[in-house]
């Protein structure tokens, strides 16, 4: 092992020498039994209103009764907690939010539970950890006030008590008075995505640990990279920890870094109090130029390698402090591209972002298990990415499973800080709120303690640093300091806005420029409302299929029906009682349906019950979906990001989702998952052309594309090939489709990809009108925010009442290993009429409830006349007793049934 050895005192070069030599043989040393104990059981709660203790200082006293206390969830919210424990009704049905009094948390409450230690743990340091509480509290144990709300308050600081003084042998009890948060201060924001809870988040709402140790805390171990681009197989690594000393005496060790592929160790002198930031770097340590290695790629660009990693403090022979974790060897760099786009490359290669705005439970109630089915969802439905517009997550199981399965991350604050009517105070026009001294040092604050916690991830790749504005070029130097310290790997983006606010001549009266980084290259831009499919290919001015955009979207997404009446009282669900439903959509401008409904009623017909509509509102969804990401991905790499608004929801809506709070799937769900196919043939609305996308990891050579068109009856009315080859991560126009004699008023266009061996690997139908959407792109300029662009004509497909009814042959199968089930179906169409928009539901014949979640290799499915096609889901055998699930098959024109 060869160090570099710099200049310092003859005593600490001695010192190095015998703490090298005493740490050399791990089987010499013994662990001093460091702790981190999380505290998450046994808590109560109840409102201060409610206790009529003598003093404050005697509900942290073990004798203290808490009989009438009602029980909490920590991390959690007190609203989460009240209907986690059925105190109140579901907030999540109906109107029962608005049910819940105000009043209620306007002043504070009280959260208690009791921790055990024993002799031994006395004899150590002893700390309180919080990783996040909103708003502020005083903090109590054993009778004795350790912090006030003045100094322990803030929701994105972490605070770290320790607590030696306080705690004594046996039952110890901690109790929190917790405030929410008042209006102006800088909390969890669900800005127009659905109401506002009750309780503004109050709560714990991150974990809680005690930290028994010798004094010397590791923390946020952190490896980053540099990659050889041309041969991707070795790397620069970089590591970096920090060392915290806790006592009041100089702490003299080692510190000790085992990444697998080498270990690297340095000397580490830590004053009383002191936070050490170390650093090893291969000009110090050649074992970090690695070879051989297996690098982290996104979903669809390689395997998501991940290494593991174990840090340790070592000192006078004992190891006073071991972290583990993992991390993953990649690259990202970003560039604006000749047409001042944002792009990114991972590892040397250009990656279209394709994702989704990711939102945290309202009630801050996802389990491990809800995420888990969630990013699950992603990477079934081809996606990339994820945007959090604020740092979400009790703990860091998102992004743990992130860096599993390979999911990009951008990560930011919310925008809910740069308005008045989300922060309830006066904000700058171009910096939001935080403009004064003391707003600019919080979230300096909040930054570093985010971006130590959150920084070893390899599926964060940039940081947002605002959403709708500009941070205060005061406070951009502040982030820009903390990143040379603590993360240099990762770039940073001023806002998620920008283009076309630069010369102040579309949406923006203040240009988002940043004077210190210059433009932004992203766009924001809209639409947010509803969009048909012809908009995506050919607008050039708003948030059409170019450049980086980073929140959009065609529109509400209604539920299946099964979610609604999950939702809705059954009263509501038809005639559509609007009271109810727009109460389920979003704030201000998005609290309506109104454009929704009228498009699917011009376009598609009148609905005559609430199956009607939602099933419609499927086709709808599939149809509306599909070309938003199919635009983006054929125009690249003049199109580099995409970003849903959103992926999900934060309780039942009607809005903006992929799939629903219950775990169900939309239309739009599989209409993503075959737009972002790997290798796909799109239909470019207001073109009438082919392009062909290759989004898989090889070249494709000799592929075929098989193009028909068949009119309203189901005759095939047109047929071609395309044969040729398309290199991997592009896309590109293949065919022009000719004038087709035999057009009717709406017809059908089915795109077929084979491989060289003449594999299907790609099949997808349009159903297409004569009478086009036209857009009304006047009427949007003249918009004070253009979340959308007015149509003036629609679309008119009721032809398809036309199609006949037919019935169709299928074969189910099912099978089990206990845990997972599996089931595979073969549907043959044998008539001579298109089967449209076929959709499979698995019932659990135990709850008569949808199999969720559910992974079909394909849904929403259409097949041309005397198609037959193979289709497999795949999901958890829960609830059922082992049972076969019953299938029902419902579509536009075929007849429906149910498969046992």
């Known amino acids: ?23 050399c043989d791990n089987k010499e040393l013994s662990f001093s039994a460091s702790e981190v104990r999380q505290i998450t059981e046994n808590w109560k709660m109840q409102s201060s209103e409610k206790i009529t203790a003598e003093n404050e200082a005697s509900i942290s006293r073990n004798e203290y009764s808490t009989d009438e206390w009602l029980e909490a969830v920590v991390p959690g919210t007190v609203l989460g907690g009240l209907a986690t424990h059925g105190v109140i009704e579901d907030p999540y049905f109906g109107k029962n939010m608005q049910g819940v009094d105000r009043q209620k948390f306007k002043s504070p409450w009280w959260y208690r539970t009791v921790f055990n230690l024993n002799a031994d743990d006395l004899e150590k340091s002893i700390s309180l950890r919080f990783n996040g509480i909103n708003y502020r509290a005083d903090l109590w144990l054993n009778g004795q006030k350790v912090a006030g709300k003045n100094e322990f308050a803030g929701t994105y600081r972490m605070f770290t008590f320790n607590v030696n003084d306080y705690v004594k042998e046996g039952q110890n009890t901690l109790a929190l008075k917790i405030w929410q948060h008042a209006d102006g201060e800088y909390s969890i924001g669900f800005v127009d995505w659905n109401p506002l ?65 080498g270990v690297v160790e340095k000397e580490v002198v830590i004053e009383p109090g002191e936070t050490v930031s170390c650093r090893f770097t291969p000009e110090e340590f050649s074992e970090l130029s690695v070879t051989d290695v297996k690098l982290w790629w996104p979903n669809g660009m390689g395997d998501p390698n991940l290494y593991p990693m174990q840090v340790e403090f070592i000192s006078g022979g004992k190891i006073l402090d071991r972290v583990k974790s993992r991390y993953g060897i990649r690259e990202i760099d970003s560039y604006l591209d000749e047409n001042k786009n944002r792009a990114f490359t991972i590892n040397g290669k250009f990656v279209l972002i394709k994702g989704g705005g990711w939102v945290d439970d309202l009630l801050l109630q996802d389990t491990r298990e809800s995420i888990e089915a969630q990013l699950k969802y992603i990477r079934h439905m081809n996606l990339n990415a994820i945007r959090c517009e604020g740092f979400w997550g009790k703990d860091q199981t998102l992004y743990d499973l992130c860096d599993e399965y390979g999911i990009l991350v951008m990560i930011g604050w919310s925008c809910h800080w740069e308005w008045d009517e989300y922060l309830l105070k ?24 985010q971006m130590l916690w959150l920084r070893n991830h390899p599926g964060i790749f940039v940081w947002m640093l605002g959403s709708d504005k500009l941070p205060a070029p005061k406070l951009e130097r502040k ?60 607008d050039t001015q708003l948030g059409g299929g170019y450049g980086f955009n980073t929140e959009t979207c065609p529109g509400p997404s209604i539920m299946p029906l099964a979610s609604l009446k999950k939702m809705l009282p059954e009263e509501s669900l038809w005639p559509i009682d609007t009271t109810y439903w727009e109460y389920h959509t979003g704030r201000n401008a998005f609290k309506t349906l109104s454009r929704f409904r009228e498009a699917l009623k011009e376009r598609y017909g009148k609905s005559n019950s609430v199956e009607e509509f939602a099933f419609k509102s499927q086709v709808s969804n599939y149809e509306l979906m599909r070309p938003m990401f199919e635009a983006f991905i054929a125009h690249k790499p003049k199109s580099t990001g995409l970003i849903q608004w959103m992926l999900n929801s934060a309780w039942p809506e009607l809005y903006w989702q992929l799939y629903d709070t219950y775990l169900q799937p939309n239309g739009s769900f599989y209409a993503v998952r075959k737009a972002c196919n790997p290798i796909h043939a799109i239909y470019r609305y207001g073109f009438d052309d082919i392009y062909l996308t290759n989004e898989d990891l090889q070249d494709a050579e000799n592929v075929t594309v098989k193009i028909r068109a068949f009119d309203i009856h189901s005759k095939e009315i047109f047929s071609d090939l395309w044969t040729g080859d398309i290199a991997t991560n592009t896309s ?12 009717t008023s709406v017809w059908f266009l089915n795109l077929r990809v084979f491989d060289e061996n003449n594999n299907e690997v790609d099949n997808s139908i349009y159903w297409l009108s004569q009478e086009p959407d036209i857009l009304d792109y006047e009427a949007a300029k003249k918009l004070e925010w253009p979340y959308y662009t007015p149509p003036k004509e629609y679309a008119d497909f009721t032809a398809l009442d036309r199609l006949p009814t037919v019935e169709m042959e299928y074969d189910y199968n099912f099978e089990s290993d206990g845990e997972t089930g599996k089931v595979t179906l073969h549907v043959n169409n044998p008539n001579d009429a298109i089967a449209f928009f076929v959709f499979f539901d698995l019932i659990n014949p135990v709850t008569e409830e949808p199999v969720l979640p559910i992974f079909w290799s394909d849904n929403y499915i259409s097949l041309v006349p005397e198609e037959e096609r193979t289709f497999t889901a795949t999901f958890e055998m829960k609830d059922s007793n082992g049972e076969k699930p019953l299938l029902k098959i419902k579509a536009w024109n075929v007849e429906p049934v149910v498969l046992e």
């Open 479 to 538: 982030y820009i300091e903390l990143f040379e310290k603590y993360d240099p790997s990762r770039p940073y983006i001023t806002s998620a806005g920008g283009a076309g606010t630069e010369d102040n001549n579309i949406v923006a009266e203040v240009p988002l420029v940043s004077d210190i980084s210059g433009p932004t290259g992203m766009k924001m831009l809209g639409p947010y409302a509803y969009t048909p499919p012809v908009y995506w290919f050919t």
């Open 1 to 23: 092992m060869r160090h570099k050895i710099n200049s310092k005192k003859i005593y600490y070069f001695l010192l190095s020498g015998l703490l090298l030599l005493t740490a």
């Open 732 to 743: 590109k126009f293949i065919y022009k489709l000719p004038e087709i004699d035999g057009r």
């Open 197 to 261: 809870p009750r309780d503004r988040n109050m709560g714990i709402f991150r974990d809680v640990f005690l930290e028994i140790n010798e004094g010397v805390k590791i923390r946020s171990p952190f490896v980053w990279s540099r990659v050889n681009t041309e041969t991707l197989n070795d790397a620069d690594l970089f590591v970096q920890a920090e060392v915290e000393n806790t006592t009041e005496k100089t702490m003299e060790g080692i510190l000790r870094a085992d990444f697998e592929l």
């Open 426 to 449: 006066p904000t700058h026009e171009k910096y939001g709120g935080a403009v004064s001294d003391e707003d600019i040092n919080l979230l300096a604050d909040y930054w570093k303690d």
